[in-house]
């Protein structure tokens, strides 16, 4: 059974930092592009960013260019998200969810994990 | 940047009703590579059309979509309690990946 696990997610004050992970099982992690999404409260969801198989390809929303980092440690089954310079327009539930090579849709999603940026 | 506009914002149907929802893109979506999901209130969103119309496995057959380049429809045939809910489309052809800002189907 796929299943994605999200943590990290935390209260953290304006120009703060915080690294997300994502727990992988039941898939060959490394075969797998993987995807970060976001969702403020009450909002619609945001893709954020992109990390291909081996982690040498990269993209990012205009939105968090610059601040944020998606990395993947493939001996681990584990996906991060390094998040610098945070706004209160951060604010939000993000998810993991597992791509394929190329264009393809999400078809698992972890449970999301809560950043709140407030001080 | 591909834009993608769902309506309505809000449909509110009753129990055994035939819901129809759109999406319009900016642009024509590359290779109808345009996705359908569902999302609960605290419940991360799932799956339930890709490439405009293919059903994921375990999707009931009530749920149906539609349409290519720039216009695409998802409907639910009959309406079950249990979808009453928010469903958003997904463009996953061009980068970025973006997402409609989603129709919520109420109980009416």
């Known amino acids: 059974e796929v299943q994605l696990v999200e943590s990290g997610g935390d209260l953290v004050q304006p120009g703060g930092s915080l690294r997300l992970s994502c727990g992988a099982s039941g898939f060959t992690f490394n075969t797998y592009w993987m995807h970060w999404v976001r969702q403020a409260p009450g909002k619609g969801l945001v893709w954020v960013s992109r990390i291909n198989t081996d982690g040498s390809s990269t993209t990012y929303a205009d939105s968090v260019k610059g601040r944020f980092t998606i990395s993947r440690d493939n001996a681990r089954n584990t996906l991060y998200l390094q998040m610098n310079s945070l706004t209160a327009e951060d604010t939000a539930v993000y998810y993991c969810a597992r791509g394929a090579v190329g264009a393809t849709p999400f078809h698992y999603w972890g449970q999301g994990t809560l950043v709140t940026v407030s001080s | 940047e591909i834009v993608l506009t769902q309506s309505p914002g809000t449909l509110s149907l009753s129990p055994g009703e035939r819901a129809t929802l759109y999406c319009r893109a900016s642009?024509?979506?590359?290779?109808?590579?345009l996705a359908w999901y569902q999302q609960k209130a605290g419940q991360a969103p799932r799956l339930l059309i890709y490439?405009?119309?293919s059903r994921t496995t375990g999707i009931p057959d009530r749920f149906s979509g539609s349409g290519s380049g720039t216009d695409f429809t998802l409907t639910i045939s009959r309406l079950e309690p249990e979808d009453f809910a928010v469903y958003y489309c997904?463009?996953?052809?061009?980068?970025?990946?973006?997402f409609g800002q989603g129709t919520k189907v109420e109980i009416k």
């Open positions: 490439g405009a119309s």
């Open positions: 642009q024509s979506v590359l290779s109808n590579y």
């Open positions: 997904q463009q996953y052809g061009s980068s970025p990946r973006t």
